[in-house]
T-cell receptor, first 107, second 114 residues
Framework: KNEVEQSPQNLTAQEGEFITINCSYS?????LHWLQQHPGGGIVSLFM?????KKHGRLIATINIQEKHSSLHITASHPRDSAVYIC?????????WGAGTKLIIKP | DADVTQTPRNRITKTGKRIMLECSQT?????MYWYRQDPGLGLRLIYY???????NKGEISDGYSVSRQAQAKFSLSLESAIPNQTALYFC?????????????FGPGTRLTVL
């Protein structure tokens, strides 16, 4: 069993829909990261959180430390949100990576 | 200018050839990492370096070697490339001061071994 599991692996939705991507982990962590990988391959950090909730524009990330679970939400999704969203957890000065969720938003 | 750069961006080579991928950073970070990404899999750590004199193997170091020429430069070599090393390779950096492991990525190098 992987230490970081993401679901779903693939998600296709219509423009405007509310999107939820989930991440569960089994190790002790210092922080959890959400990153976005564009179709061209570049990886950018979206959020880094160790408790509670963070919001940036239409993106919201939450974490429940007791349940070892995090969610990434996208409100009013748009085709430009199409990307791979990656969850990674910081543990013992390393990052442990999920396999990513490929999101496609159709106009 | 990008803070973390990788060269080349794309490379096609043949089995048995020696290949070097280079990474440079202007962020002033001590820690540097090399990852590979395969379709459907998460990023996998090849090597990492916490400073110029510190080199560590990651989970998939076999077939790879690295050189940390300076704080700003970290190179990955494939001594004798094989087709299953075809992948997208990323360099990343992080700041020693943070306990949260935030990493900053280069644009990636797409390597194809024929």
């Amino acid at each position: 069993k992987n230490e970081v599991e993401q679901s779903p692996q693939n998600l296709t939705a219509q423009e405007g829909e509310f999107i939820t991507i989930n991440c569960s982990y089994s190790v002790g962590i210092s922080a959890l990261h959400w990153l976005q990988q564009h179709p061209g391959g570049g990886i950018v950090s979206l959020f880094m959180l160790s408790s509670g909730k963070k919001k940036h524009g239409r993106l919201i990330a939450t974490i429940n430390i007791q349940e070892k679970h995090s969610s990434l939400h996208i409100t009013a999704s748009h085709p430009r949100d199409s990307a791979v969203y990656i969850c990674a957890v910081g543990s013992n000065y390393q990052l442990i990576w999920g396999a990513g969720t490929k999101l496609i938003i159709k106009p | 200018d990008a803070d973390v750069t990788q060269t080349p961006r794309n490379r096609i080579t043949k089995t048995g050839k020696r290949i070097m991928l280079e990474c440079s950073q202007t962020k002033g970070h001590d820690r540097m990492y090399w990852y590979r990404q395969d379709p459907g899999l998460g990023l996998r750590l090849i090597y990492y370096s916490f400073d110029v004199k510190d080199i560590n193997k990651g989970e998939i170091s076999d077939g790879y070697s690295v050189s940390r020429q300076a704080q700003a430069k970290f190179s990955l070599s494939l001594e004798s490339a094989i087709p299953n090393q075809t992948a997208l390779y990323f360099c990343a950096t992080s700041d020693t001061g943070t306990p949260y492991n935030e990493q900053f990525f280069g644009p990636g190098t797409r390597l194809t071994v024929l």
